[in-house]
């Protein structure tokens, strides 16, 4: 039976990005994408299927939903495990690893970037040491590999990522200095954005930036 596969996305959502970089990763490119009108209008079957959180992405698998980024790269890893070398690492204490910074990560950085968002001047220079210091921890728990998963682009790589299309905005309207202050990080993204699975499916900073400015206005954050 041929798969029949939905992506329920929102263009700039990098919780999106991660899906359509683990299904590109996998070979998996014949799918169809729903846009959702998330400011204005979220559509019917959305609410259908994540009546939960009505929240993008949910990935739609032979009828089948599946909610959550994080587990849908990780549904995609397990369906499609022939397809190519697993994301998640073989290794169960890397694999708990793995999970581990991906969990702190998205509790974490989802409260920094609220802040960013949220205020109208510069913010101060000790919420821009607490954000560097975070993206910092990153660069340790990555140290020398090429990648979070080691030699091969993991389940970690695909959950960081897709927010380095936001980077030229934090350092443009919150004059944050990721790429002086991270430079192994930036290394690593970079490095990331030579993959087709990563390149392919990033939003352009600059339209991520003017998302950002309109949001601000619209927020009155501006
Ligand atoms: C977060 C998804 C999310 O925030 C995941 O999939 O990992 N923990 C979830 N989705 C946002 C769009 S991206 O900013 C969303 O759908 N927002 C709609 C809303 O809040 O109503």
Request: with cysteine; hydrophobic share 35%; aromatic share 14%.
């Amino acid at each position: 039976m041929t798969d029949e596969l939905k992506l329920l996305d929102y263009w700039a959502s990098p919780y999106a990005v991660r899906v359509k970089i683990a299904l590109k990763e996998k070979g998996i490119t014949d799918y169809e994408i729903q846009q959702e009108d998330l400011l204005n209008a979220k559509s019917q079957l959305l609410f259908e299927i994540n009546p939960v959180y009505k929240m993008i992405p949910v990935l739609i698998h032979n009828g089948k939903p599946v909610c959550e980024s994080l587990l849908i790269v990780e549904y995609i890893d397990e369906i499609w495990k022939e397809n190519s070398p697993g994301l998640l690492p073989v290794d169960p204490y890397q694999r708990a690893r793995a999970r581990f910074w991906t969990d702190y990560f998205d509790k974490t950085f989802i409260t920094f970037i609220s802040k960013l968002w949220s205020q109208r001047d510069e913010i101060q220079q000790d919420e821009k040491n607490d954000f560097i210091n975070f993206l910092k921890l990153f660069e340790e728990e990555l140290g020398d590999k090429p990648y979070f998963g080691g030699n091969n682009f993991g389940y970690l790589d695909v959950a960081l990522i897709p927010n380095y299309s936001w980077f030229y905005s934090y350092e443009t309207c919150t004059k944050l200095s990721i790429v002086s202050d991270c430079p192994q990080l930036i290394a690593w993204a970079k490095r990331c954005m030579e993959r087709d699975s990563v390149k392919s499916s990033m939003p352009n900073e600059l339209k991520i930036y003017e998302y950002v400015h309109d949001l601000k206005e619209r927020f009155g954050t501006i």
